[in-house]
């Protein structure tokens, strides 16, 4: 196995280009279990740790723009005022040392179905920056989960980074697992308001072959706010609402049993936790004081 360790991004895209079987190494929390449980055994590993760039972020006025080797760890720490729903997953992936390896352009790499990365990236809205010897391209998150394990990235392609625009508004993530930390999510909810756009946007994690938003439940709710001008008024959202919405993101769910949980259970999880996250941070975009909250909806 050869060990490509370029120092410059203009070097590894060159390297991919010249071995599109390449794979690239990150934190390595996925790769190297593969390599040690004989699962994958690549003819080159292509080390991205050396080059500085992709372990930063920057900010515009809207958007962060987070280096695709950005360590969950540095989210946490650093990110959690602008990109609330991530920081929040970020904290439920595995243990202090994985999250200081582990990063979410690994996540997007592996693009599995459980990845806590994804239903906060779906929720927000966020878009992929890939990047070869060809040129550049940005992957809106909708279009990036092709399949079980699969992405959109072509063979010569490697994540630069991670476009997410910073909260407008509350944001929430929830995981269910057979356990409370070190654990691969039965699965997982996120959901983000975005007052700006009158528009709320869900993220649903190991409950279908790909990461996936409940977009039914989604365009209920929004005609919902919309229509009983709640955007506006900060109304109370009516509990037969809630239901409705959590009833429709259980719906858009397509799981399997599995070693981690049956299908008839991650629909039943998958509709309390978007009952109850939604309720969070429509309560939280209320302002209503926490303790106060009207959680008639979250049952
Ligand atoms: C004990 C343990 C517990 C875990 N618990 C969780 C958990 O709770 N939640 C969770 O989501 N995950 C969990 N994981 C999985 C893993 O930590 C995450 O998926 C993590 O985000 C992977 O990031 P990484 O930097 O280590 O990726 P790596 O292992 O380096 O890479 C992962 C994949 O992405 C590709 N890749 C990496 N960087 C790029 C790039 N820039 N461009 C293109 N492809 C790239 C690699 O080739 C590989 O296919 C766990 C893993 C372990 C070992």
Not at 14 to 42: C, Q, S, W, Y
Not at 88 to 116: E, F, K, M
Not at 216 to 221: P, R, T
């Amino acid at each position: 196995m050869d060990f490509l360790r370029p120092t410059r991004w203009a070097d590894a895209l060159a390297a991919k280009a010249a071995h599109p079987a390449a794979v690239p190494l990150a934190g390595g929390t996925d790769v190297m279990v593969e390599i040690n449980f004989d699962h994958r055994r690549p003819t080159h590993l292509l080390d991205l740790t050396r080059i500085g760039e992709l372990f930063t972020w920057d900010a515009d006025q809207r958007t962060i723009r987070l280096g695709a080797c950005v360590p969950y760890a540095d989210i946490i720490r650093n990110l959690r005022g602008e990109l609330p729903g991530l920081a929040l997953a970020s904290h439920t992936v595995a243990s202090p040392q994985i999250r200081n390896r582990g990063c979410v352009g690994g996540n997007l790499g592996t693009a599995s179905p459980a990845g806590d990365a994804h239903p906060a990236l779906l929720a927000a809205g966020a878009e992929v920056e890939v990047e070869s010897v060809r040129g550049v391209r940005r992957i809106p998150i909708d279009a990036f989960y092709t399949g079980v394990k699969r992405n959109a990235l072509a063979p010569d392609e490697l994540i630069k980074a991670v476009h997410i625009e910073k909260a407008d508004g509350p944001q929430q993530f929830s995981k269910v697992g057979t356990r409370n930390a070190m654990v691969i999510a039965v699965c997982a909810f996120g959901i983000a308001l975005h007052p700006r756009t009158r528009t709320v946007r869900t993220g649903i994690g190991s409950a279908a072959p790909t990461p996936i938003r409940a977009q039914a439940a989604e365009d209920f709710l929004n005609a919902a706010l919309k229509d009983g001008g709640l955007w506006d008024s900060g109304g109370a959202i009516d509990p037969s609402l809630v239901r409705r919405f959590a009833d429709l993101c259980a719906a858009a769910c397509n799981p399997i049993d599995d070693v981690r949980g049956t299908a008839d259970y991650r629909r039943h999880a998958v509709g309390v936790m978007a009952r109850r996250t939604l309720t969070w941070t429509w309560e939280a975009y209320r302002g209503a004081p926490p303790g106060t909250r009207d959680e008639r909806g979250a049952a």
